[in-house]
């Protein structure tokens, strides 16, 4: 399968900071790429989907203003965790995906704690 | 729109008994269905999917899942489970076979093998 690079796998930060997460699709052409979110013992919640070149969309209930996703390439998409707090202490995991390709192939995940 | 339910939070199985992890779905026109492990602080991996064609499908590490249209449901098995196997299993599905659109997953269930 396809892969994709998630960095950094784990990251601490302050609070009032901003972290950056890459996603880098290394072998095929990701149009769209999507960001998740997944609490301790819970399921994947999509943040948002970006297709190259244009605006991300946010799921309903996702601040854009604080998650800032950009998606300039074919091969790279990045999320911005802007003035992190506490509560966004998480694990965030990238997916890139295309038209001609079926299923989603995932980044490793980023423990992203903010103290 | 679409959803999936894993009914169980967590599957006991001895080593080399059967497994079966459990999964229905809900989807308007025709459903794509995926499952995917989790191994701890990772990214999901993919395991195998139902696009079309035989119900039966097989995949990575001796899985097999088989899609039951009447009843609505894609349960994932093996023959004979190892203790390698323990990990967190996701059931997913698309209502389109465009890698544009973002799965929706079931809630997870926890493997655990005991030797």
């Known amino acids: 399968g396809a892969v994709v690079s998630q960095h950094p796998s784990r990251v601490i930060c302050k609070s009032g900071t901003s972290v950056k997460i890459e996603c880098r699709s290394l072998?095929?052409?990701?149009?769209?790429m999507f960001w998740y979110r997944q609490f301790p013992k819970q399921s994947l919640m999509l943040m948002a989907t970006?297709?190259?070149?244009?605006?991300?969309?946010?799921e309903q209930g996702v601040e854009k203003d604080k998650f800032l996703i950009n998606h300039a390439s074919l091969t790279l998409s990045t999320l911005t965790v802007t003035s992190a707090h506490p509560e966004d202490s998480s694990f965030y995991i990238c997916?890139?995906?295309?038209?001609?390709?079926?299923?989603?192939?995932f980044g490793q995940g980023t423990r992203l704690t903010v103290v | 729109a679409q959803s999936v339910a894993q009914p169980e939070d967590q599957v006991n199985v001895a080593e080399g008994n059967p497994l079966t992890v459990k999964c229905t779905y809900s989807?308007?026109?025709?459903?794509?269905l995926f499952w995917y492990v989790q191994y701890p602080n990772r990214g999901l991996q993919f395991l195998l999917k139902?696009?079309?064609?035989?119900?039966l499908v097989k995949g990575s590490y001796g899985f097999e899942a088989e899609f039951n249209k009447s009843q609505t449901s894609f349960h994932l098995k093996k023959p004979s489970a190892l203790v390698s196997d323990s990990a967190l299993y996701f059931c997913a599905v698309r209502g389109s076979t465009s890698g544009n659109t973002p799965l929706v997953f079931g809630k997870g269930t926890r493997l655990s093998v005991i030797a």
């Open positions: 139902y696009i079309t064609g035989d119900n």
């Open positions: 997916s890139a995906g295309g038209p001609a390709v079926t299923e989603a192939f």
């Open positions: 072998d095929f052409q990701a149009t769209t």
């Open positions: 970006s297709n190259e070149g244009s605006k991300a969309t946010y």
């Open positions: 989807v308007s026109g025709n459903p794509y």
